[in-house]
Every structure is written in structure tokens, then in C-alpha cells.
């Protein structure tokens, strides 16, 4: 079976990995040829965004799927016709913009932050006084806090007004003071099959996810509820493959931040820490296989490598730590790879997690 993955990134490279064993041939479309996949992946070099470019791309493998979001709907429903897209069009069409999200949130009764669209000064100055402090995010194209200007008064509006051009405005979200983040994750199979991982919990800092550690810091019955709340969304949207869904935990209530419809950066944890592996699980859901038991295996928790690589040495000399790079040059603010660290129990993993702090940049 060949899997064609539009995108090429550290998301691409870990698919094609986990597609060996089980046989299947991962193929990425990435407009530059050093992208993170390219190194055990054959890659198609081109835009994703070019419909005849994505049209010959499709005509070489059976299924296709992305580790990107914002790619042209119109191109990839003509594709799609011949050649099944996985999660599907309405699943792109929704994460693709946050204004869209938050009202298939709305529509489903998922709590989230008050929410309002913004298109101009006058709305962003009026959705400023209604909501208070704010974040406002451009709706298309955001990632690792990209995009994003915090609004706590007055002489924060000229960044926010620096915005507006973005392609599909903008939203101003509640600012929220939250006492955690976590995430579920979960994949839906070709059958209808849900599986889902024990929740992590997420610390951001800069807008950019640091850590990943299960089980999040919350009672059985929010992590069941935040269950139920991804599960309503698979099924909504008929959606085959992974799906996450951020959240932030605010005095014990959960209010969804925004969801991806792929493999998500905090389950990164479950290639070593799960039964099945969320790049796995995507594959299998993807090809029509039966989905693997999400279940963890003892204690786990990842650390994103950003800005500066670690000493390499240094870090496989922790105990239980497996070291994940992506092949990318160094920068500021950039997500250069990860670790894993295992245990089997949560002090030992704790302690593990200090050693293993110390010897990053
Ligand atoms: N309404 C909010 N109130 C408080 N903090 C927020 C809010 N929205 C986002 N944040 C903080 O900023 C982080 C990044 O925001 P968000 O998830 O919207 O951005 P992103 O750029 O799409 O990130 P990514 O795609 O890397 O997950 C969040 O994980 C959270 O820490
Ligand atoms: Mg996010």
C-alpha cells in the first residue's frame, strides 16, 4: 500500500518510519527537497498548494493524507474523487480555521473560550471592549503560537492592527487565566472504530509546546469527558485517521482550544509510551487496517528540543531516554526534535526527567 502525505515535515518523516514494518510505502509532497521526510521517505518536490502538482501527486499512491493543514480544498476534492483523501475534506475544512472550529465546537456543545471574529479595526477595537483581555489569532495558518498578539489593553491594539491583512482575518479569544493544558488524541478507523490515548498533560511556553506527560492533571471524569468530547468530533465530521483536540482546564471545567485533524506534537509520547503509536494507528486508520490498542505502558513523559540541539551523548546517557531528531538546521524557536523518557513508575520517570534537564541547552 502507498500513502502519500502532503507536507514532508518531522510529522511526514515519523509516518513514513512507522510505515516500514507494517509494509507500507509513505510518499511526501514538500515544496523543499531537505525537508525532515526526505531522509527515509521518497519525496515529491512541489507545492501541495498546485492542483496539478497535487493531481499527478495523488495518481502515484492509493491513499492520501497530510501532516499540514491549509491546503486548497477546491484542488483536493477534485483529487479525492479518485483517490480517497483521509481525514476528509469537512475534517481540513474545520481545523483549517479557527473562527470554523470554534463554531463546530458551538454546534457539537463543546465549551470553549468566548470567541469573535474580527475583520477589521472596528471589530477588533469592539471585540476588545466585549471581551477583555484577549488573544487575537489570525483564523488561517498559525502555528507554534504564530500569529498571535496578546491584547491586555490599549497599547497592545496596534500590534493586534498589524494582523489584519491575514488571509481570512481574524478571531480575539478570551484571554484565559487556566490551571492546566492537556490534549486527547484519538484515531477513528475506516469501520467506525474509536481508539483513544490517555490524555497528557501540555506546558507551553512562547506559544510553543515544551512537554507532553501523561496522564493529565485531572479527575477520571474530565479526562472521560474531554474523551467524549473527541469522540463527538470523529464522528461528526466522519473522520478516519488521528485526531487531536487541545484543551484548556479552567477550576475543573474544560474549554477546547483548537483541534488537528493529524498527528499531533503531544503524542509524540506514544511511539515509545503506547501500545500502538499514534504515527502507527494513523496508518493503520488510514489504509483501512484495524486499529491498534492505544493502552500506555508505564510511565512516560516527552520533551520538545527547540532552538538549540542537545548534546547528543548527554542525553542517551538518561536512563530511558530515546532521542528523536528531525534533520533540521538550527534556529530560534524552531522544534529540532524530541525526547522520550520511559519508566516504569512516576518517581522513577521523574527523576529521570530532572538528569535529562540538566543536560538540555
Ligand atoms: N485563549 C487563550 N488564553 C490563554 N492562553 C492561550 C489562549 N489561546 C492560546 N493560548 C496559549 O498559546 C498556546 C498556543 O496557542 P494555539 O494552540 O492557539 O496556537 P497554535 O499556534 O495553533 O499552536 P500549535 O499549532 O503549535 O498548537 C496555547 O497552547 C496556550 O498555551
Ligand atoms: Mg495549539
Redesign the pocket.
Known amino acids: 500500500v502507498r500513502v502519500g502525505v502532503l507536507g514532508g515535515g518531522q510529522l511526514g518523516r515519523m509516518l513514513a518510519l512507522a510505515g516500514v514494518p507494517l509494509g507500507i510505502e509513505v510518499r511526501c509532497l514538500e515544496r523543499t527537497p531537505d525537508a525532515p521526510a526526505a531522509a527515509v521517505a521518497p519525496l515529491t518536490v512541489g507545492d501541495p498548494g498546485d492542483p496539478e502538482v497535487l493531481a499527478a501527486f495523488a495518481a502515484g499512491v492509493d491513499v492520501l493524507t497530510y501532516e499540514i493543514e491549509g491546503l486548497p480544498e477546491p484542488a483536493l476534492a477534485q483529487v479525492a474523487a479518485s483517490t480517497p483523501l483521509r481525514p476528509g475534506l469537512p475534517s481540513l475544512h474545520a481545523a483549517s480555521d479557527?473562527w470554523l472550529e470554534k463554531q463546530l465546537f458551538a454546534g457539537l456543545g463543546i465549551p470553549a473560550?468566548r470567541t469573535l471574529p474580527v475583520s477589521d479595526r472596528t471589530g477588533l477595537a469592539a471585540a476588545v471592549r466585549e471581551l477583555g483581555p484577549?488573544?487575537v489569532?489570525t483564523r488561517r495558518g498559525?502555528?507554534?503560537?504564530?500569529?498571535?498578539v496578546a491584547v491586555r489593553g490599549e497599547a497592545d491594539l496596534p500590534a493586534a492592527v498589524e494582523l489584519l491583512p491575514a488571509p481570512g482575518g481574524l478571531v480575539a479569544?478570551?484571554?484565559?487565566?487556566?490551571d492546566a493544558?492537556v490534549s486527547v488524541l484519538g484515531a477513528r478507523g475506516l469501520d467506525g472504530a474509536v481508539a483513544t490515548w490517555p490524555l497528557p498533560g501540555?506546558v507551553?511556553r512562547d506559544?510553543?509546546?515544551r512537554t507532553s506527560r501523561p496522564p493529565a492533571p485531572v479527575p477520571a471524569r474530565v479526562a472521560a469527558q474531554a474523551t467524549t468530547y473527541l469522540t463527538q468530533l470523529l464522528t461528526a465530521l466522519d473522520h478516519v485517521g488521528v485526531l487531536a483536540l487541545?484543551l484548556?482546564v479552567v477550576g475543573g471545567r474544560l474549554l477546547a482550544?483548537?483541534m488537528?485533524p493529524r498527528v499531533h506534537?503531544s503524542g509524540h509520547w506514544t511511539i515509545e509510551g503506547a501500545e500502538t503509536s499514534q504515527f502507527e494507528q494513523h496508518l493503520r486508520a488510514v489504509t483501512g487496517l484495524p486499529l491498534g490498542c492505544p493502552a500506555a505502558r508505564g510511565s512516560v513523559a516527552m520533551v520538545n528540543l527547540i532552538g538549540t540541539a542537545p548534546d547528543a551523548a548527554a542525553v542517551l546517557a538518561v536512563p530511558g531516554a530515546h532521542l528523536h531528531l528531525y534533520g533540521k538546521e538550527p534556529r530560534p524557536g524552531r522544534k529540532l526534535g524530541h525526547v522520550t523518557v520511559t519508566a516504569a513508575d512516576e518517581a522513577t520517570l521523574s527523576a529521570r526527567l530532572a538528569a535529562l534537564a540538566t543536560v538540555l541547552p
Open positions: 479557527r473560550a484577549c488573544l489569532k498559525g502555528y507554534d503560537g504564530r500569529g498571535q479569544e478570551e484571554l484565559l487565566a487556566f493544558e501540555n507551553h506559544g510553543i509546546l487541545e484548556f482550544n483548537e488537528a506534537n
